[in-house]
């Protein structure tokens, strides 16, 4: 490694670290420094307080580096495995298939189904987009160990997600105003929902799935030279492919049931990794997309906090808002070369 | 070297399905509620479905019922107690509320008129939607600062819930528990749920003062405030038994779909209370139903009068779409909206207070309707549709 690529990853590390104390200081309560320093550090005195900065912001904290970490791994993953700048967590359809799951809970429960959703009390929501997302990433699991072209799966990933999307405004236009509300709220994304107890669930399949992600490195540099040179190197594509679509689905998956949808994050952050860093390597790349997945979804945290005529900007918007010009600037790029 | 770690992968993937499997299993169900005796006398409720309240020598259990559920659970219940020293003695689970309550953060605007009504409007310090409100002293309230405005009512500010520590919070309750109500709940705050809604009847929403009431203390208050009510309501409703009844059309078009109460709702049940005829008064549901224009110009199209309509002018109305012209309360010009009392930002007392004035609220349809039969009273909530609006009219 470059000797300016380490200054680059301190610097980006202290950066991380800076974003998240800053995320626990920002907020609407009125609550001063000094005060939430006491209460990180032992009590502030003030039980409500203690409340809001160790049991909200930090877990709120945490979730957003989880889930900015996990995002953009994952965009990683989709952007070399099929070798499409515009590809992010998204393109599988996993996310639209844990709106499906939180859709058809949110609109139905108010039926027959109530008792069992009632049974699963605050994690109703969760399961269900975890269902929805795995009922998804079964389906693409099943084309992708099948078929040899990996476009072929991408489209056929896009159109499972263009029709859990349509399943979706179905089920809308049957619901009444109130339900409706609540989906629309689930699709705004929320990073405080992630309380201490649900924070080992949403940890339990995104660690050991990044963890994995690091076993990957040299597959998927090969992978960037294309399918064939990878294949002449020794590397079974079919059985990679599918480790890389397990492991995108399931950490995108389970990220999007506890958050709600992301946007722009995944799609965005290995770019600004790859050219800050000016390789494509992944040794450098990932772990420089993990600090930049983080470092994004602090920034989009606070700024989410400034109120805007009494409203918290919806976390989904905050990132689009963020992103969207970047990914204006990537086409743009890209026409140029 | 990348080949032997692609052997290790698929064993990890499995490791990594099982962590999530078992993950999702691992919660657990929450216990159920006990039952506890001696009671010395339940309020008598007469048309509200869900709630009781049973009166015990020291202490007030109020029982809110779970509407989605077929056996009368209980969605929560709460122990109002007066005296510190009684609470060892509360059972260990529902709620415990020292009473009377003396903050209050307010998420949903019906709410209002009962604690208007109770006298305990000081006890507001939060509401939702703040530039959608009507009332005039709740808004002079926001711009002092004296009550906070917490934002959109689905999902409201946590932190700043939490910073005004109020004794507990109104929030509408859904078939699922949301965000918002278990943050609060896991904080300590305790969540009044607020379920008046599904309430089909004018006078069994309006029965909830009672409800309120108690978490007040003011048990005989809400009972008068509420016989007040009842009284007058069913006094119109006798007025009305005798007209020759008028047919009615409700609602509006909401992209492309035009939704009218089902029979079972608390619109169907006020147009039977007015005297008036509606085609679906014999449906089951007690949401709405969605049809298309071309059944709403074929069922509904010689309708003697239509309530509900979004517009304010027949300009406007037309200005919209010309086919309202071929129903026949537009050409009679017997179109009312509910608009008589709103502040341009959006608020509207209809929202607020006709929960707590069911008797106003009926007495609007009589008067639009048979309006022999009310000859003095002028419409509190709705308004007669305006030939044109202030614009064209210049």
Same mark, same amino acid.
């Given at each position: 490694m470059?000797k300016?690529?380490?200054?680059l990853?301190?610097?980006?590390?202290?950066?991380?670290?800076?974003?998240?104390?800053?995320?626990?200081?920002?907020g609407?309560?009125p609550?001063?420094?000094?005060?939430?320093?006491?209460a990180?550090?032992g009590?502030?005195?003030d039980a409500i307080v203690?409340?809001?900065?160790?049991?909200?912001r930090?877990p709120?904290?945490?979730t957003a580096?989880?889930?900015?970490?996990?995002?953009?791994?994952?965009?990683?993953l989709?952007?070399?495995?099929?070798?499409?700048p515009?590809?992010g967590p998204?393109?599988?359809?996993?996310?639209a298939g844990?709106?499906?799951g939180?859709?058809?809970l949110?609109?139905?429960?108010?039926t027959?189904?109530y008792?069992?959703?009632?049974?699963?009390?605050g994690?109703?929501q969760?399961?269900?987009?975890i269902a929805?997302?795995?009922?998804?990433l079964?389906?693409?699991?099943?084309?992708s160990?099948?078929?040899k072209?990996?476009v072929?799966?991408?489209?056929?990933g896009m159109i499972?997600?263009?029709?859990?999307?349509?399943v979706?405004?179905?089920l809308?236009?049957?619901a009444?105003?109130?339900?409706?509300?609540v989906?629309v709220?689930w699709?705004?994304g929320?990073?405080?929902?992630v309380t201490?107890?649900?924070?080992p669930?949403?940890?339990a399949p995104?660690i050991?799935?990044?963890a994995m992600?690091?076993?990957?490195?040299?597959p998927?540099n090969s992978l960037?030279?294309?399918e064939?040179?990878?294949?002449?190197?020794?590397?079974?594509i079919?059985r990679?492919?599918?480790?890389?679509?397990a492991i995108?689905?399931?950490?995108t998956g389970?990220v999007?049931?506890?958050?709600?949808?992301i946007a722009?994050?995944?799609?965005?952050i290995?770019?600004?990794?790859?050219?800050?860093f000016g390789?494509?390597?992944h040794r450098t790349?990932?772990?420089a997309?993990?600090?930049?997945?983080s470092?994004l979804?602090?920034?989009?945290?606070i700024l989410s906090?400034?109120?805007?005529a009494?409203?918290t900007?919806p976390i989904?918007?905050?990132?689009?808002?963020f992103g969207?010009p970047m990914?204006v600037w990537?086409v743009?790029?890209?026409?140029?070369? | 070297m990348y080949?032997?770690?692609n052997?290790?992968?698929p064993?990890?993937?499995?490791?990594?399905l099982?962590?999530?499997?078992?993950a999702?299993n691992?919660?657990?169900?929450?216990g159920?509620?006990s039952?506890l005796?001696?009671?010395?006398?339940?309020?008598?409720?007469r048309y509200?479905?869900?709630?009781?309240i *049973?009166?015990?020598?020291?202490?007030?259990?109020?029982?809110?019922l779970?509407?989605?559920?077929?056996?009368?659970?209980?969605? &929560?219940?709460?122990?109002?107690?007066?005296?510190?020293s009684i609470?060892?003695?509360?059972?260990?689970?529902?709620v415990?509320l020292?009473?009377p309550?003396t903050s209050l953060?307010?998420?949903?605007?019906?709410y209002?008129?009962?604690?208007?009504?109770?006298g305990?409007?000081?006890?507001?310090s939060?509401?939702?939607?703040?530039?959608?409100?009507y009332?005039?002293?709740i808004?002079e309230k926001i @711009?002092?600062g004296d009550?906070?405005?917490?934002?959109?009512?689905?999902?409201p500010?946590i932190?700043?819930?939490m910073?005004?520590?109020?004794q507990?919070?109104?929030n509408?309750?859904?078939a699922?528990? *949301?965000r918002?109500s278990?943050r609060?709940l896991?904080?300590g705050?305790?969540?009044i749920?607020?379920l008046e809604?599904?309430?089909t009847?004018?006078l069994?929403r309006?029965e909830?003062?009672?409800?309120?009431?108690?978490f007040?203390d003011?048990? &005989?208050?809400?009972?008068?405030?509420?016989?007040?009510?009842?009284q007058e309501?069913?006094?119109?409703?006798?007025k009305?038994?005798?007209?020759?009844?008028k047919?009615?059309?409700?609602?509006?078009i909401?992209q492309d779909?035009?939704?009218v109460?089902g029979g079972?709702?608390?619109?169907?049940t006020l147009?039977r209370d007015a005297?008036? *005829?509606y085609?679906y008064?014999?449906n089951?549901e007690?949401?709405?139903?969605?049809?298309?224009?071309?059944?709403?110009l074929t069922?509904?199209?010689?309708?003697d009068?239509?309530?509900?309509?979004?517009?304010?002018?027949?300009? @406007?109305?037309?200005n919209?779409d010309?086919k309202y012209?071929?129903?026949?309360?537009?050409?009679?010009r017997?179109v009312?909206?509910?608009?008589?009392?709103?502040?341009?930002?959006?608020?509207n007392?209809?929202? &607020?207070?006709?929960?707590?004035n069911p008797?106003?609220?009926?007495a609007?349809?009589v008067?639009a309707?048979?309006p022999h039969?009310?000859p003095?009273?002028s419409?509190t909530?709705?308004?007669?549709l305006? &030939?044109?609006g202030?614009?064209?009219?210049?």
């Amino acid at each position: 490694m470059r000797k300016n690529s380490s200054l680059l990853f301190i610097l980006l590390i202290g950066l991380v670290i800076a974003a998240f104390i800053a995320d626990l200081f920002t907020g609407n309560a009125p609550i001063s420094l000094q005060e939430a320093w006491a209460a990180l550090v032992g009590s502030s005195g003030d039980a409500i307080v203690d409340e809001i900065i160790r049991n909200y912001r930090f877990p709120k904290a945490v979730t957003a580096v989880v889930a900015g970490i996990s995002l953009s791994a994952s965009g990683l993953l989709m952007q070399t495995l099929f070798r499409n700048p515009l590809a992010g967590p998204d393109v599988l359809g996993v996310s639209a298939g844990a709106g499906l799951g939180v859709a058809l809970l949110t609109l139905l429960s108010g039926t027959v189904v109530y008792p069992f959703v009632s049974s699963l009390g605050g994690m109703a929501q969760v399961i269900a987009a975890i269902a929805g997302a795995g009922l998804v990433l079964f389906l693409i699991l099943g084309v992708s160990a099948r078929i040899k072209d990996s476009v072929t799966i991408l489209v056929l990933g896009m159109i499972f997600g263009y029709v859990a999307s349509a399943v979706v405004t179905v089920l809308q236009s049957f619901a009444d105003p109130d339900s409706l509300k609540v989906f629309v709220t689930w699709t705004f994304g929320s990073l405080g929902s992630v309380t201490w107890n649900k924070m080992p669930l949403l940890l339990a399949p995104v660690i050991p799935g990044i963890a994995m992600v690091f076993f990957l490195i040299k597959p998927l540099n090969s992978l960037l030279l294309g399918e064939h040179y990878a294949a002449s190197t020794g590397l079974n594509i079919k059985r990679t492919r599918f480790i890389i679509i397990a492991i995108a689905a399931i950490v995108t998956g389970t990220v999007t049931a506890f958050t709600g949808p992301i946007a722009f994050v995944g799609v965005v952050i290995p770019h600004f990794a790859r050219s800050l860093f000016g390789t494509v390597n992944h040794r450098t790349v990932l772990p420089a997309t993990l600090l930049l997945g983080s470092l994004l979804m602090l920034v989009c945290d606070i700024l989410s906090q400034v109120p805007i005529a009494n409203r918290t900007l919806p976390i989904n918007a905050v990132t689009a808002l963020f992103g969207a010009p970047m990914i204006v600037w990537i086409v743009l790029k890209r026409k140029r070369l | 070297m990348y080949r032997k770690a692609n052997r290790q992968i698929p064993a990890l993937l499995l490791l990594l399905l099982v962590f999530v499997s078992t993950a999702c299993n691992s919660r657990q169900r929450e216990g159920g509620t006990s039952m506890l005796g001696d009671f010395i006398s339940s309020e008598p409720i007469r048309y509200a479905e869900g709630f009781t309240i *049973d009166h015990a020598e020291d202490y007030t259990r109020v029982t809110i019922l779970n509407p989605w559920s077929n056996a009368s659970d209980p969605y &929560e219940t709460y122990f109002l107690y007066r005296n510190d020293s009684i609470l060892p003695l509360l059972p260990s689970e529902g709620v415990k509320l020292k009473t009377p309550l003396t903050s209050l953060a307010v998420n949903t605007f019906s709410y209002f008129s009962f604690l208007e009504l109770l006298g305990e409007m000081d006890v507001i310090s939060g509401v939702t939607d703040g530039f959608r409100i009507y009332h005039p002293g709740i808004l002079e309230k926001i @711009e002092r600062g004296d009550i906070v405005d917490l934002g959109d009512p689905f999902q409201p500010d946590i932190e700043r819930t939490m910073a005004l520590k109020p004794q507990a919070v109104i929030n509408s309750a859904y078939a699922q528990l *949301d965000r918002y109500s278990e943050r609060l709940l896991q904080a300590g705050f305790p969540v009044i749920y607020s379920l008046e809604w599904m309430e089909t009847s004018p006078l069994a929403r309006a029965e909830w003062i009672k409800l309120m009431a108690a978490f007040f203390d003011k048990r &005989e208050a809400g009972d008068s405030l509420f016989n007040a009510i009842e009284q007058e309501y069913l006094q119109l409703r006798d007025k009305v038994e005798a007209v020759d009844k008028k047919s009615v059309l409700a609602g509006d078009i909401f992209q492309d779909t035009w939704y009218v109460p089902g029979g079972n709702s608390f619109n169907a049940t006020l147009f039977r209370d007015a005297g008036l *005829d509606y085609r679906y008064q014999d449906n089951n549901e007690s949401g709405s139903i969605g049809l298309d224009i071309e059944s709403v110009l074929t069922q509904f199209g010689k309708s003697d009068i239509w309530f509900g309509c979004e517009a304010g002018t027949y300009a @406007e109305l037309v200005n919209k779409d010309a086919k309202y012209l071929l129903l026949q309360p537009v050409k009679n010009r017997k179109v009312y909206n509910n608009h008589n009392r709103t502040t341009p930002s959006g608020g509207n007392d209809y929202f &607020e207070s006709a929960i707590a004035n069911p008797h106003f609220v009926l007495a609007d349809l009589v008067k639009a309707a048979y309006p022999h039969l009310l000859p003095d009273y002028s419409f509190t909530y709705i308004k007669p549709l305006e &030939e044109l609006g202030a614009r064209e009219k210049k």
